[in-house]
Nanobody, 122 residues
Framework: QVHLVESGGGLVQAGGSLRLSCAVS????????MGWFRQAPGKEREFVAA????????YYADSVKGRFTISRDNAKNTVYLQMNSLKPEDTAVYYC???????????????WGQGTQVTVSS
């Protein structure tokens, strides 16, 4: 039983930065690998980044590699996505998700937040 709530989305100009947060409820946060996904209108939900339960392993989609950073603070039950050098094509609803197994496959994630809107304008 895991509940996730995203925050930190908003409107930003191209080249700017945003930091998304995902607050996770429960006492077993450190036992879950976490991921960030995004979905633009008319498109499938796509993988953005993932981090293992220990924080020792991370993986990024090619489209965000070098610009986005995923991290976690297990003591605060929070996962972060730092987004730099944002582009208009980054515009989407961003979701955090949890799974007991480290993976970048959307179908493997068991728990999902409601999402937060990120809009990047020129």
């Amino acid at each position: 039983q895991v509940h996730l709530v995203e925050s930190g989305g908003g409107l930003v100009q191209a080249g700017g930065s945003l930091r998304l947060s995902c607050a996770v409820s429960g006492r077993t946060f450190s036992n879950y690998a976490m991921g960030w996904f995004r979905q633009a209108p008319g498109k499938e939900r796509e993988f953005v980044a993932a981090i293992s339960w220990s924080g020792g392993s991370t993986y990024y989609a090619d489209s965000v590699k070098g610009r986005f950073t995923i991290s976690r603070d297990n003591a605060k039950n929070t996962v972060y996505l730092q987004m730099n050098s944002l582009k208009p094509e980054d515009t989407a609803v961003y979701y955090c998700a949890a799974t007991k197994f480290y993976t970048k496959v959307v179908g493997e994630y068991e728990y999902w937040g409601q999402g937060t809107q990120v809009t990047v304008s020129s």
